[in-house]
Each structure stands twice: as structure tokens, then as C-alpha cells.
């Protein structure tokens, strides 16, 4: 019986680190949304590559209305530096057809 003390004791051991060392991982969540709404700014990239607009420096946001998906891109540069701010920029598709209504920079 006393042999499996020191036994037990190592792998009591073994156990703890491994579990002290198994912390939950945080993640860093950067966008969230439906799948169903990949599909409108997959369309719309065209548009914002036809525009020559690098989408690195854009936040996406997608409007879903009664006829219409409109994906707008906003500049991530704070309004402080006139300079860095990016163009807006709407591009407006049809939810029946998946055809782009038009698209146009905004302010």
C-alpha cells in the first residue's frame, strides 16, 4: 500500500499542472453576422475593386431594407486627420435578382 502513495502523488501532480496549464484561450472577435449575408458583400467587392478601394482600410456594414441589401464601407481613420479619411462608399443590390441597383460614393 505504501508503494502507491508516491505513485498516486506523481500523478496527482501530473494532473494539476496540466490542468493549471490548460487556460481558456480569449478570443479576439471581429466581426459576427449571419452567413446569409456573405453572399451581398461578395457582390458588392466587385464593385469596391472596380472603384480601386482597398477594403483593408474600411470597416463593412451591411443594411438589410424591405427590397434591398446596401453594404457600405466607412473609413477606419478617425475623423482627426482630414487626410488619412478614406471615401465612403454604398453599394446597393437587389435581394430578388442579386443585381447591383447602383453604386456611388457617400458622404
Known sequence: MKAWIPALILVAS???????MAQPVRLNVVAEFPGSYLKWIH???SEFKQARLNLDDYK???????????VFIVSLVLPGDPGAVKPA???EINKKDSKILHSNYAR
Open 89 to 91: 462608399y454604398e453599394v
Open 14 to 20: 501530473i494532473l494539476g499542472a496540466s490542468m493549471t
Open 60 to 70: 463593412i456594414v451591411v443594411l438589410d431594407e424591405d427590397e434591398s441589401i446596401i
Open 43 to 45: 457582390i458588392a467587392e
